[in-house]
């Protein structure tokens, strides 16, 4: 068996049974648009304080949230321009809905785990 933390190493969840490990970190973050296989699910932990510079959108796919430790705003930004707004309590798993714009502020403490279909993942800044 082989054990190691999704802080560091990510995995990728293949669709057909497979998993596949690798290096994590701000070097990954670099190369992600270079990685084809960050197209599919990724699963990591990652952990923050402050607010999102950025709202991230996946139009692909769902994105599973876990908020494992500390505590954070999350707000959500519908198709037809509703906003719903969370404040998790930790052990709290939130969906993200496909094509929905989500962004994390007022974090402290913040340790997450993420699962992630990628596919198209995009960003705009904080108006």
Known sequence: MTTFDLENRYLFIDGVGGVKATPGGAAF???VGENPDA???LVTVGTGEGDWPHWEMHPEGEEVLVLLE??????????DGRRESFDPEPGATIIVPR???HRAERQRGVRMLFITFGAGTTHRPVA
């Open 99 to 101: 094509g929905v714009w």
């Open 39 to 41: 197209a599919g699910t």
């Open 70 to 79: 500390g505590s954070l705003h999350l707000t959500f930004e519908h198709p």
């Open 29 to 31: 973050w670099r190369t």
